[in-house]
């Protein structure tokens, strides 16, 4: 008897985490084109005069990019 609740025990976190996603499967939203949006700024910042205005164009691609996840995930 108690192998079979260590058993169920075990599952018990996968079948908890199952629920959560299916329960709440939203649709993909089409308006977000996070990763485009993400080699388009880089190639943009690649294009740039100095190694620092270079840098600082990635960097704000990273946010931006974190930004749109976010937008897309949490919807606020």
């Known amino acids: 008897m108690k192998t079979k609740s260590r058993h169920l025990i075990g599952w018990a976190p996968m079948a908890l985490v199952a629920l959560m996603v299916l329960g709440r499967s939203t ?11 993400l080699r388009l700024c880089y190639f943009r910042a690649a294009l740039a005069d100095t190694w620092w205005q270079m840098w600082a164009m990635g960097m704000d691609c990273e946010l931006d990019y ?10 606020r």
């Open 27 to 37: 649709p993909a939203h089409a308006q977000f084109a996070c990763n485009e949006n």
């Open 66 to 75: 974190a930004d749109c996840t976010r937008r897309a995930l949490i919807g």
